[in-house]
């Protein structure tokens, strides 16, 4: 059994409740791999962020549980060799078992999620509650969630959008004991966010089932899933050097400015990291044919990521400065 506490992590209570008095929102950036993690670091060293890392069940098959452990405690002696405070949780997101939850808790996570929202509503309270109960003991906070997002984003797939019923948000909470949650309410999995026709503008995210669940839970920690806007530079980018992003789209981000100022207080990004990464690795590539350093063009691809992970902190979701 490894408790977070050991490796200078902390759980989302505090960071989540000053989310929601200061008016913004907290990243959860996911990362698999070591490029992908020094660019959250750093990004978030210097814009002063706090930050959620998160951890797929696909990321932690990818990346190895015990390396991922320590890849979070490299990550917070990073910070401390930096001179700053930044409260960092490690949490899982989209568990799908409590089986993963629980190993997830014993490995040092401060924080996991729960998916059950492909289950009866009666079943997803059910597993949800278990869950908490068994985070509880040793201090883990714990993300449930009602609604499902449409898309496809690791091994989370699911074909239509089901929006979150906000007469349900109350028995939930109440009975689950959950510290957050996820909501749908128009954001979805993926860099095809949306299917529009030629001319047709994005869809404005239900900030109607936002305003009803905050009113039914006031003061409750919310959460955005598939919160990307598939920034139209790197799909560009993309597609200049070889690739086949057509349509890809995703949410506008002053409607997620918009969110950060409401009880959300976690937006997920994924997506974007993603795309900026594979911009400048094509990039690279397709200029240089000839090179095969891995460092030659996945440092260009962490450098860009830095860039772009300042301005989400910075200009989006309002949390630079307030580590």
Excluded at 257 to 282: F, H
Excluded at 292 to 301: E, Q
């Amino acid at each position: 059994m490894h408790s977070f506490k050991e490796l200078g992590l902390v759980n989302t209570r505090n960071m989540y409740a000053k989310a929601i008095n200061g008016k913004y929102g907290i990243p959860g950036y996911n990362f698999n791999n070591m490029e992908q993690l020094q660019a959250i670091i750093t990004a978030c060293i210097e814009t002063k962020s706090p930050v959620v890392l998160q951890v797929s069940s696909g990321a932690r098959k990818y990346a190895n549980q015990i390396l991922l452990r320590h890849m979070a405690a490299g990550a917070m002696d990073i910070i401390k060799d930096a001179g700053v405070d930044i409260p960092v949780a490690l949490h899982l997101d989209h568990g799908d078992t409590y089986e993963l939850c629980v190993s997830c808790v014993e490995s040092g996570f401060s924080s996991v999620m729960i998916d059950g929202s492909a289950h009866p509503f009666e079943d997803n309270i059910a597993l949800t509650k278990k869950v908490v109960e068994y985070a509880r003991k040793h201090d883990v906070t714990v993300e449930g969630e009602l609604g499902v997002l449409a898309g496809i984003e690791d091994e989370v797939n699911h074909e239509v959008t089901h929006y979150t019923k906000p007469e349900e948000v109350e028995e939930f909470v109440a009975k689950t004991g959950v510290d957050s949650l996820a909501i749908s309410i128009g954001t979805s999995h993926g860099a095809y966010k949306f299917k529009l026709a030629p001319g047709e503008k994005v869809p404005p995210l239900r900030f109607d089932i936002l305003e009803e669940v905050e009113k039914r839970i006031p003061g409750f920690s919310i959460v955005l899933h598939g919160a990307s806007s598939v920034m139209p530079e790197y799909v560009d980018l993309i597609n200049k050097y070889g690739g086949n992003l057509e349509n890809a789209v995703g949410v506008p981000e002053d409607q997620l400015r918009k969110a950060a100022e409401s009880a959300v207080c976690k937006i997920n990004i994924d997506s974007d990291g993603r795309l900026a990464m594979t911009a400048k690795v094509r990039e690279v590539l397709w200029e240089k044919p000839g090179e095969f350093d891995p460092r030659k063009y996945l440092g260009p691809a962490r450098e860009e990521l830095i860039e772009m992970y300042k301005h989400k902190n910075e200009n989006v979701l309002g949390s630079a400065g307030k580590a």
